[in-house]
């Protein structure tokens, strides 16, 4: 008899919190099988997928498993991954072959298939790193004339508006806007394309991510086109659009993960400032509380009514209005010492599980409270998922995922204990002594990625807190996946 579930996952790309997080999420339960290709595969920072590979793997892994679930990010079929969508020359009609190609294979698999795909986004930056190579010159006025044409779509009557788009518009080579709208159109058609696929029974759930979005733009007008084709077409159930992107695929595998419990999983949300769920976080646009929703929605999570009545309880440590950004070294509040000793008495005296997603800022965690938490030694055994990286969307469903997996696991008596305390200690890790304190230090000394440097300044850091998980960081591995210093990737022997 078959125990283990199997689960596909095919990602968005091969950075860690698309790979080796997913990976710890299922491996908290003992009863779960990730199967996923091998990730010199996937798609990187300037080199797409190995699609033809890829197709070769999953064929074989489908003929040789029983398999449950499947969870795909598209962009990696369409474009070789999330970052090529960006930049991938690839005719409409070349990505529909492949696409066709895919549908093929896991119409095989017979079983569940939840997939994700990607709104474009629109960096308000002159950094061309994920971008078209025109983006370190154009990158702002384009983000702009974004912002001005959907304003002016809206308000046509706004002769200001107008007079400013027309004049963005002319610093703009008209080869370059040319290049850059061709391939959202491209994309958006790919995005409406799959919206065939639940109404074939091809796909189970879909899921369109926003990333790193504002409230006015052509990616918004974008996402509103593909709600409205959604709800003419009655999918609500079956699709949605979500503000985030690198947090999907581990909210996917746990939407699987609960799938296979079979029974509802009820949580009530806490916010740690009187106004958090009404804060519209950096990089999105809508408040936390709407994006709360659609996160419950992907996880098919419901949201208790109160402590009582839940299952658990989802903790969102907020800012009091803005977020700061460790990333960008922008700072806008001080630390909030009530906010943190709201969020720490809560977990201490909590008799029910917690989740905590520190939200406070962008790109990183709360320094403060991260050192509450372990100034408090019984914090720790309470805490079911923690995130506090890069976007409120990546931290939210990163931390649901990772709490949901394991209270699943502990119902079943399937807890894998030493896996749940390692991923805890690299999340703590990357997202408080690398995001918020070391990477900091680092770029301030050295202009490129050095893991010399990395080395000496994280692994000080990470021993204040490895005595709580019992790992000794000299059996701990540090490098930089993408050979930048954006993100970091932790290992433990």
Same mark, same amino acid.
């Given at each position: 008899?078959?125990?283990?579930?199997?689960?596909?996952?095919?990602?968005?790309?091969?950075?860690?919190?698309?790979?080796?997080?997913?990976?710890?999420?299922?491996?908290?339960? /003992?009863?779960?099988?990730?199967?996923?290709?091998?990730?010199?595969?996937?798609?990187?920072? !300037?080199?797409?997928?190995?699609?033809?590979?890829?197709?070769?793997?999953?064929?074989?892994?489908?003929?040789?498993? #029983? %398999?449950?679930?499947?969870?795909?990010?598209?962009?990696? %079929?369409?474009?070789?991954?999330?970052?090529?969508?960006?930049?991938?020359?690839?005719?409409?009609?070349?990505?529909?072959?492949?696409?066709?190609?895919?549908?093929?294979?896991?119409?095989?698999?017979?079983?569940?298939?939840?997939?994700?795909?990607?709104?474009?986004?629109?960096?308000?930056?002159?950094?061309?790193?994920?971008?078209?190579?025109?983006?370190?010159?154009?990158? /702002?006025? @384009?983000?702009?004339?974004?912002?001005?044409?959907? !304003?002016?779509?809206?308000?046509?009557?706004?002769?200001?508006?107008?007079?400013?788009?027309?004049?963005?518009?002319?610093?703009?080579?008209?080869? %370059?806007?040319?290049?850059? $709208?061709?391939?959202?159109?491209?994309?958006?058609? @790919?995005?409406?394309?799959?919206?065939?696929?639940?109404?074939?029974?091809?796909?189970?759930?879909?899921?369109?991510?926003?990333?790193?979005?504002?409230?006015?733009?052509?990616?918004?007008?974008?996402?509103?086109?593909?709600?409205?084709?959604?709800?003419?077409?009655?999918?609500?159930? #079956?699709?949605?659009?979500?503000?985030?992107?690198?947090?999907?695929?581990?909210?996917?595998?746990?939407?699987? @993960?609960?799938?296979?419990?079979?029974?509802?999983?009820?949580?009530?949300? @806490?916010?740690?400032?009187?106004?958090?769920?009404?804060?519209?976080?950096?990089?999105?646009?809508?408040?936390?509380?709407?994006?709360? !929703?659609?996160?419950?929605?992907?996880?098919?999570?419901?949201?208790?009514?109160?402590?009582?009545?839940?299952?658990?309880?989802?903790?969102?440590?907020?800012?009091? #209005?803005?977020?700061?950004?460790?990333?960008?070294?922008?700072?806008?509040?001080?630390?909030?010492?009530?906010?943190?000793?709201?969020?720490?008495?809560?977990?201490?005296?909590?008799?029910?599980?917690?989740?905590?997603?520190?939200?406070?800022?962008?790109?990183?965690?709360?320094?403060?409270?991260?050192?509450?938490?372990?100034?408090?030694?019984?914090?720790?055994?309470?805490?079911?998922?923690?995130?506090?990286?890069?976007?409120?969307?990546?931290?939210?469903?990163?931390?649901?995922?990772?709490?949901?997996?394991?209270?699943?696991?502990?119902?079943?008596?399937?807890?894998?204990?030493?896996?749940?305390?390692?991923?805890?200690?690299?999340?703590?890790?990357?997202?408080?002594?690398?995001?918020?304190?070391?990477?900091?230090?680092?770029?301030?000394?050295?202009?490129?990625?050095?893991?010399?440097?990395?080395?000496?300044?994280?692994?000080?850091?990470?021993?204040?807190?490895?005595?709580?998980?019992?790992?000794?960081?000299?059996?701990?591995? $540090?490098?930089?996946?993408?050979?930048?210093?954006?993100?970091?990737?932790?290992?433990?022997?």
């Amino acid at each position: 008899m078959r125990n283990k579930q199997n689960i596909v996952v095919i990602p968005a790309d091969s950075r860690p919190v698309n790979y080796t997080l997913v990976q710890e999420i299922g491996s908290i339960n /003992k009863n779960i099988n990730l199967l996923l290709p091998p990730r010199e595969l996937l798609g990187g920072l !300037k080199i797409p997928a190995n699609t033809e590979k890829i197709f070769d793997w999953l064929e074989k892994t489908i003929s040789q498993n #029983k %398999i449950d679930n499947m969870v795909c990010a598209l962009d990696t %079929i369409a474009y070789g991954g999330l970052i090529p969508s960006r930049w991938c020359d690839d005719s409409e009609q070349t990505i529909l072959s492949r696409l066709k190609k895919f549908k093929q294979i896991i119409e095989q698999a017979n079983c569940s298939i939840f997939a994700f795909s990607s709104v474009m986004r629109i960096a308000n930056s002159n950094i061309n790193e994920e971008e078209k190579p025109y983006w370190d010159k154009y990158g /702002k006025l @384009i983000f702009e004339y974004s912002c001005l044409k959907h !304003k002016f779509t809206l308000n046509p009557d706004k002769p200001r508006i107008n007079e400013r788009l027309k004049a963005v518009k002319t610093q703009i080579p008209i080869n %370059i806007l040319d290049d850059y $709208l061709q391939t959202r159109r491209r994309n958006f058609s @790919i995005n409406m394309t799959y919206l065939d696929w639940p109404e074939d029974d091809v796909l189970d759930f879909l899921v369109y991510g926003k990333d790193d979005t504002a409230p006015s733009g052509l990616n918004v007008m974008e996402a509103q086109n593909l709600q409205e084709k959604i709800t003419a077409k009655n999918l609500d159930k #079956k699709a949605v659009l979500h503000t985030g992107s690198d947090e999907v695929i581990s909210m996917l595998v746990s939407r699987a @993960i609960i799938r296979a419990y079979s029974r509802e999983i009820s949580v009530f949300p @806490i916010y740690s400032t009187p106004d958090g769920g009404n804060i519209v976080p950096g990089y999105e646009d809508r408040p936390l509380h709407k994006s709360l !929703k659609t996160h419950f929605e992907i996880l098919n999570l419901k949201q208790a009514e109160s402590k009582e009545e839940a299952d658990m309880l989802f903790l969102l440590h907020t800012p009091q #209005k803005s977020q700061n950004d460790f990333a960008l070294q922008e700072f806008f509040e001080p630390e909030n010492p009530r906010a943190i000793d709201f969020c720490v008495e809560l977990i201490k005296n909590s008799d029910k599980p917690v989740i905590l997603a520190d939200v406070c800022n962008a790109n990183g965690s709360d320094k403060l409270l991260v050192k509450e938490i372990f100034r408090q030694n019984n914090c720790l055994k309470n805490i079911y998922g923690y995130a506090g990286w890069n976007t409120a969307s990546n931290s939210i469903g990163s931390a649901l995922s990772i709490g949901i997996s394991r209270y699943i696991a502990e119902k079943q008596n399937n807890l894998c204990q030493k896996t749940y305390s390692q991923l805890l200690f690299v999340r703590f890790s990357d997202d408080w002594a690398y995001q918020s304190i070391a990477r900091q230090e680092i770029r301030s000394q050295a202009s490129e990625a050095d893991e010399v440097l990395l080395y000496k300044k994280l692994i000080p850091i990470m021993d204040e807190i490895a005595s709580y998980f019992s790992i000794n960081t000299n059996r701990v591995i $540090l490098s930089y996946p993408w050979d930048r210093t954006f993100e970091v990737e932790i290992n433990i022997l």
